[in-house]
C-alpha cells in the first residue's frame, strides 16, 4: 500500500512505537473491516492526516441511511481516547448535525460513517427569503 510520506511522518511523530506497528498492520485492518461491513470501490481521501479514511461502497447495506444507498466513508485510526470519545460523540449526535456512524469498533479504530455529500449551497439560492428562512431553520435546529 503506498500511503503518503507526510501521513507516515504525522502518525510516527504522534503515535511513536505504536504508530509505527499500526502501520505495518493497516493493510491487514483495511481488508479486515472491508470484510466485515461488505466494502469495494475503496478510495482513500487525497489528505490523510491522522487517521486513514477512505470513501466506500457497500455491496449490501444493512444501515439504509445515508446518501447514495452504499456509499459510505471507513475510518481507521490509531486506538486511542480521542477516536473512542468521537465514536461516542458520534453515537449521541445520532446525525443531528453531523455524520450518521453507521457502525464503529473501539478495540480496532473502526469507523463506519455515512457520506455526506454537499448540496446547493445558500448563496446559489436567488430568493432571499428562502435562504433566511433556511438559515433560521438550521440554527433553530440545535437550540432545544
Known amino acids: 500500500m503506498n500511503l503518503p510520506p507526510d501521513f507516515i511522518k504525522t502518525i510516527q511523530n504522534v503515535f511513536g512505537e505504536e504508530g ?61 481516547n480521542e477516536l473512542k470519545s468521537e465514536m461516542a460523540a458520534l453515537g449521541l449526535f445520532d446525525g443531528n448535525g453531523a455524520c450518521q456512524l453507521l457502525d464503529c469498533d473501539e478495540e480496532r479504530g473502526f469507523l463506519l460513517l455515512e457520506r455526506l455529500k454537499p448540496g446547493t449551497m445558500l448563496a446559489e439560492l436567488e430568493d432571499d427569503d428562502e435562504r433566511t428562512h433556511i438559515a433560521a431553520d438550521v440554527m433553530q435546529t440545535g437550540v432545544k
Not at 470513501?55 to 486506538?79: M, N, T
Open 20 to 80: 509505527r506497528e499500526w502501520l505495518t498492520q493497516l493493510p491487514d485492518l483495511i481488508a479486515h473491516a472491508s470484510e466485515r461491513w461488505g466494502l469495494t470501490e475503496m478510495q482513500p481521501v487525497p489528505s490523510l492526516s491522522y487517521n486513514f479514511v477512505a470513501f466506500a461502497k457497500q455491496e449490501s447495506s444493512p444501515f439504509g441511511r445515508g446518501q447514495g444507498e452504499g456509499d459510505v466513508v471507513l475510518k481507521i485510526g490509531v486506538p486511542n
